[in-house]
């Protein structure tokens, strides 16, 4: 198994229709744009190959943001999804823990996403954390789309990366985050 990362305009075609495999799998009837993800949040695909298979993939999504008067180079996880004969193994939980990592490592300020609530015990077991009564608002500023909108059942998962990020972590907790990442990202 390998890990391989690509702007998602230079995924490999063959990888690509894998990808786009298993997002029906996972999501049947949604139909997915081309590009995926708005090109200004600088979209990096990850996926996790066994032999030439794809059995997992992510898309991290990244923008500078305001908070609480503070200037954040952020990112988030978006489209994850492991193929269902592979779930169960692992293998998701590996991706999102590298995600994360490879923010890290990319010198981003936090990372943050909103998953469905029965999600939260995978992603906190891949090292992400719950910020408690926390709203990511999402969509532009003219056309909010909010994370605890009427028939959503989401919370909102963070990492901390650098120094003056956690030090700014209590503000980020019941906070409502303007992320506005656009019109075809409402979130990531």
Not at 85 to 109: E, N, S
Not at 147 to 154: A, V
Request: contains cysteine; hydrophobic residues 40%; proline residues 9%.
């Amino acid at each position: 198994m390998r890990i391989e990362s690509f702007p998602e305009s230079a995924t490999p075609a063959e990888l690509l229709v894998q990808v786009r495999e298993l997002q029906q799998e996972a999501w049947p009837g949604f139909t997915f744009p081309t590009p995926n993800h708005d090109p200004a949040l600088r979209p990096l695909s990850m996926v996790l190959v066994d032999d030439d298979a794809v059995v997992a993939a992510l898309d991290i999504l990244s923008k500078e943001i305001t908070h609480a008067g503070q200037r954040y180079r952020a990112a988030g996880l978006s489209t994850v999804v492991t193929r269902k004969a592979a779930r169960g193994r692992g293998y998701g939980r590996h991706l999102v823990a590298a995600a994360r990592t490879a923010m890290a490592d990319a010198g981003f300020d936090v990372g943050l996403f909103t998953c469905d609530r029965p999600l939260q015990a995978f992603y906190e077991s891949a090292g992400w954390q719950l910020l408690p009564g926390t709203v990511l608002i999402g969509g532009t500023p003219e056309d909010p789309f909010p994370s605890d909108r009427p028939g959503f059942d989401k919370v909102t998962m963070a990492a901390f990366f650098t120094p003056a990020a956690e030090r700014h972590r209590p503000s980020f907790h019941h906070a409502r985050i303007e992320l506005y990442p656009g019109q075809i990202d409402k979130l990531w």
